[in-house]
C-alpha cells in the first residue's frame, strides 16, 4: 500500500478528495488530510508519506516551502501540487524544485486518480510493483462510472419502448439488484448550498462523485450490495431491493443524510418511490420519488418522504377555492380602508389555508400568482401610482415562479403586500412612533435589535408598538428589521467581495446559515448565487 497525505486549506476540496474513492481499491491507504501546511508538516514529520498532494497557496506553510521540508525528511517521497491557472509559473518553478507534478484547480476525480498512478509508477523500484501497479489501473477503469447508469437514467425519464427488452439489458448488468420489486430514491441537495462551487464546474463534479461514493457506502452493506447508485444534472438516484422494513428504510436514508452533511457539509433532501414491481415501470417509480420530494415545499427540507405516506387526495381539488377568495378579498378591502393591520392579517390567513391543504408547488404558485395580480390591480387603481414602485411589485410578482419553499413564497406575497401599502402611503404621513422605530433599525440593523429593545428606546410599551407597526407597514417589526438587513447584505454583495460569512455579519447575523436562510427566504436566492449574479454584470452596480 502507498501511503498519502493531502494538504488543501479549502474544506470542501479537501473532503471531496478524501471522498473520490474507495482509496484501498487502487492501492493507496490515506493516512492523514490537513487543513494548512503547519498542520500537514507536524503529520508528515509523525508519519512520512509516500504520495503527498498539496495545494500551492496555503496559510502559514505554503505548497513550496512544504515540498521542500518533505525533501528532508523523506527525499524519495512524491509531491504534486494543486494549484489555480493564477499559479502557472509558480508552480512550474515547483516542479523543477521536484514536485513530479502539478494539477491544475478546478480539476476532475479522474484527472487526479490518473496522476497518482502515474506518481505510483515513477515510485516503484522493481517490475513487479510496476505490474501491480497495471493491474490496480485496470481495476480503476473498472471502478469508472459504468455504462449502465446512463442506461438506468434512459429508463427512469421514459417508459419501455415497443420491442425493447429492458429484462435482456438488465442481465448483462453488473449488479446484484433484482428487476423487480425495488424502490427508487431520489437525493437532492438543498437548494443554495452548493452555489459556491458551480461557479467552478470541475469541484462540483468532483463533489458529486464524492456525493455517490458517500451514498453507496452508507447503504451497500444494509442493503447487502443490491443497489444502483447513478445521478441526472440534479439529482442522484438509488435503485434498491426491499430486504428490510420501511422503519429500518427510513433511517439508513436518515443516515446517509448525516454522513453527507458530516464529510461534504451538503444537507439533502429524499424522496422515496412505492414498491416498482418491474424494471419496465421504472418512468412510474421515478415521478413517485419526484412528487414525494415535491413534498419539502410545504413540509421542509432535510426530511425523508415517502410517496406511499402521501394524502393521494393531497391535490388542488381539495382546497376550498371560495376561502382563498375570501380572505383575498379581505385583504384588498382592508388595504383600500388604510386598515393596513387587517390586510396583513388576511394576506397570513390565507397561507394558513394553502399550508393546511399541503398544494404541490405548481398548485401554489399559480394561486400565488392570481393574489399578485389582484395585488397589481389595486396599485394600478391608485391616482398617484409611483412608476417605481409599479415597476418592483411587478418584478417580486416574478419571483414567485422561483420560490423553492412555502416560506420563500409566503416572503415573496408580504413584500408585495408591503408594495402595495406602499402605494396608499404616498402622501399618507407615517406615526412619529413608528417612523422613530423605523430610524432605530436603519441605524442599528448590524446589532441584536429586538421589538423589546427598540420599543423601550422610544418609551412605549412592545405590544403597543407591534400593533402600531403593523398597522402602518402592513408588515411586522421583525419582518421589516429582516428585509432592511437583506436589503443591506445585497447591496454588500453588489458592492464588494467581501465572503458570504463577512456580509452576515456586517448586518446583524452572527450564524451564516440563518442568514443565507432568510436571505434566500426575501429573495428566493441563496447570498451566493445572488453575488455570482452581479460578478457577470458588465458593470459593479451601486446604491
Known amino acids: 500500500m502507498f501511503k498519502l497525505m493531502i494538504a488543501e486549506d479549502e474544506s470542501a476540496i479537501r473532503n471531496g478528495i478524501i471522498q473520490m474513492t474507495n482509496w484501498e481499491l487502487i492501492g493507496i491507504q490515506l493516512i492523514g488530510a490537513a487543513s494548512n501546511g503547519t498542520e500537514a508538516l507536524e503529520m508528515i514529520q509523525a508519519t512520512p508519506p509516500d504520495l503527498l498532494i498539496t495545494d500551492i497557496r496555503m496559510p502559514e506553510i505554503d505548497g513550496l516551502e512544504l515540498v521542500s521540508r518533505m525533501r528532508e525528511i523523506r527525499p524519495d517521497c512524491i509531491c504534486i501540487l494543486l494549484t489555480g491557472h493564477n499559479d502557472f509559473t509558480y508552480a512550474q518553478a515547483a516542479v523543477k524544485a521536484g514536485a513530479f507534478d502539478f494539477i491544475l484547480k478546478p480539476s476532475s476525480p479522474e484527472e487526479i486518480i490518473q496522476t497518482l498512478l502515474r506518481a505510483m509508477k515513477a515510485y516503484n523500484k522493481t517490475a513487479k510493483l510496476k505490474d501491480d501497479v497495471t493491474i490496480l489501473e485496470e481495476r480503476w477503469r473498472q471502478h469508472l462510472y459504468l455504462v449502465e447508469s446512463e442506461v438506468i437514467g434512459r429508463w427512469m425519464h421514459a417508459p419501455k419502448a415497443p420491442g425493447e427488452d429492458r429484462l435482456n439489458q438488465w442481465s448483462h448488468f453488473n449488479t446484484k439488484l433484482l428487476p423487480e420489486a425495488f424502490y427508487l430514491a431520489v437525493i437532492s441537495i438543498n437548494i443554495g448550498t452548493v452555489d459556491r462551487f458551480r461557479q467552478r464546474p470541475s469541484d462540483w463534479e468532483l463533489i458529486r462523485y464524492s456525493v455517490m461514493n458517500v451514498i453507496g457506502e452508507t447503504l451497500s ?33 436518515i443516515e446517509a443524510q448525516h454522513n453527507l452533511n458530516a464529510f461534504l457539509d451538503l444537507p439533502s433532501t429524499i424522496g422515496i418511490s412505492a414498491a416498482c414491481q418491474h424494471i419496465n415501470y421504472l418512468h412510474v417509480a421515478y415521478k413517485q420519488a419526484i412528487r414525494a420530494l415535491e413534498s419539502r415545499f410545504m413540509r421542509g427540507n432535510g426530511e425523508v418522504f415517502f410517496f406511499q405516506e402521501l394524502d393521494v387526495a393531497t391535490n388542488a381539488s381539495l382546497l376550498p377555492e371560495h376561502i382563498l377568495r375570501e380572505y383575498e378579498q379581505f385583504t384588498l378591502n382592508h388595504l383600500r380602508e388604510g386598515q393596513n393591520d387587517l390586510a396583513a392579517d388576511g394576506l397570513e390567513e390565507w397561507f394558513r389555508c394553502l399550508k393546511e391543504a399541503e398544494l404541490f408547488r405548481r398548485y401554489a404558485q399559480r394561486y400565488a400568482i392570481t393574489f399578485s395580480a389582484s395585488l397589481i390591480r389595486f396599485i394600478e387603481e391608485q391616482p398617484q401610482t409611483d412608476i417605481g414602485l409599479y415597476g418592483r411589485i411587478v418584478s417580486l410578482a416574478e419571483q414567485i415562479g422561483e420560490t423553492d419553499s412555502i416560506d420563500e413564497l409566503q416572503g415573496v406575497m408580504q413584500r408585495i403586500l408591503q408594495q402595495a401599502v406602499g402605494s396608499m402611503n404616498l402622501k399618507k404621513k407615517i406615526h412619529r412612533t413608528v417612523q422613530q422605530a423605523l430610524e432605530l433599525i436603519h441605524a442599528q440593523y448590524a446589532s441584536n435589535l429586538m421589538l423589546k429593545s427598540t420599543a423601550e428606546s422610544i418609551f412605549v410599551s412592545p405590544n403597543y408598538l407591534s400593533s402600531l407597526f403593523k398597522q402602518e407597514m402592513g408588515i411586522n417589526f421583525l419582518d421589516y428589521l429582516h428585509q432592511y438587513r437583506v436589503d443591506q447584505a445585497k447591496l454588500l454583495l453588489m458592492q464588494t467581495d467581501a465572503k458570504i460569512g463577512s456580509v452576515a455579519q456586517q448586518v446583524g447575523y452572527f450564524d451564516e446559515a440563518h442568514f443565507a436562510r432568510t436571505f434566500k427566504k426575501w429573495t428566493t436566492q441563496s447570498p451566493s448565487l445572488f453575488q455570482k449574479g452581479v460578478k457577470s454584470l458588465p458593470f459593479k452596480p451601486t446604491k
Not at 236 to 252: A, K, P, S, W, Y
Open 221 to 253: 452493506e444494509k442493503l447487502q450490495g443490491r443497489l444502483e447508485v447513478v445521478r441526472d444534472s440534479e439529482h442522484f438516484f438509488v435503485l434498491f431491493q426491499d430486504i428490510i422494513n420501511e422503519r429500518e428504510i427510513r433511517n439508513l436514508f
